[in-house]
């Protein structure tokens, strides 16, 4: 199953080339697959790397972290304001409206334009929050949400097939309803640009892998980024169609995937349990054939010591 942005490094890389950057910021490090990417950029690069993940991997931090690189274990609104303004952002956390929102409006200021790469702007998280942490949510921007019910693509309610948290190497919870106000990372990115960036900001989607949002600032960006930018905004243009239909049948095969899984899951559960009542059955067999053999046995030496009956007297004329 693809889910890294990792996956998107060829279109990436060059964008980073293109925007010289002297700092980049990575929220949501996962299982470091990109970031390796990145820290072997900076370290091409002299650029400084700094990362963000309330889970952030141990055995990362001590083979990357050195003069260019930092690593900060907590919840990106908590550490976002300790960070000096970075010049590239990969937002990859939590994947609701709350927590995208208010990063935008930590790393974008009056006087900061940077590039920013979205993850999850796409199905299924684009128009449903999810939750790593229920409980850092406010309540007024927290929808009603399960931890165990699976979302599936082409249903807007939650049901017992799909993926949720249960099948991640993290857990999380999901809204119970898709769409809305204020419900999803693209809906997030847009209220904000609506809000706060008028016509400063573009938003350009690459609709693969989950969806990868690009956000820049044409009038602020160097002019090889914008017009590598606005390229690929086209190219994008033309080949949607085929990549949300590669997106589709990606999704729609990890679905039977899933399901395979489960059924195999509920196969293994069944043999298990066949299993334990055939050696339950064994050992009564068992049990009752040592029993047998006892009293086998016990006839036998009952036989052995019986006495003989003695004659009666109309039996010795005879």
């Not at 400063?200 to 609709?207: S, Y």
Request: charged share 25%; net charge negative.
């Amino acid at each position: 199953m693809l889910s890294s942005l990792a996956e998107f490094w060829s279109l990436v890389e060059p964008l980073l080339v293109a925007a010289r950057p002297a700092r980049i910021c990575e929220v949501g490090i996962g299982q470091g697959e990109f970031t390796t990417e990145l820290l072997e950029f900076c370290k091409a690069n002299s650029c400084r790397y700094a990362g963000i993940d309330p889970r952030a991997d141990g055995l990362i931090m001590q083979q990357a972290c050195g003069a260019l690189a930092e690593f900060f274990q907590g919840l990106s609104l908590a550490m976002l304001p300790a960070l000096s303004p970075q010049d590239v952002y990969f937002l990859d956390g939590d994947h609701n409206y709350y927590t995208v929102s208010n990063e935008l409006k930590l790393v974008v200021q009056p006087d900061r334009w940077p590039l920013i790469f979205v993850h999850d702007v796409c199905w299924p998280w684009g128009r449903r929050d999810q939750y790593c942490s229920p409980e850092s949510i406010p309540e007024a921007f927290r929808h009603p949400y399960s931890a165990t019910q699976r979302v599936a693509p082409g249903r807007g309610e939650l049901g017992p097939d799909g993926f949720s948290g249960e099948d991640s190497v993290y857990p999380y919870s999901i809204a119970l309803h898709e769409g809305g106000p204020r419900n999803g990372v693209l809906t997030a990115i847009e209220d904000f640009i609506h809000e706060y960036g008028g016509n400063e900001w573009r938003l350009v989607i690459v609709p693969a892998v989950f969806g990868l949002g690009i956000m820049y600032a044409p009038k602020k960006c160097p002019a090889e980024l914008k017009e590598m930018l606005e390229q690929l905004a086209k190219s994008i243009e033309t080949l949607a169609p085929m990549l949300e239909s590669l997106e589709r049948n990606r999704i729609d095969l990890f679905m039977n995937f899933l399901r395979n899984v489960k059924d195999s899951v509920s196969i293994h559960a069944d043999y298990r349990a066949l299993a334990e009542h055939e050696a339950q059955l064994r050992a009564e067999y068992d049990r009752l054939l040592r029993h047998t053999k006892a009293l086998q046995q016990a006839y036998d030496d009952l036989k052995a010591v019986a006495v003989p009956q003695p004659e009666t007297p109309s039996m010795r004329g005879l």
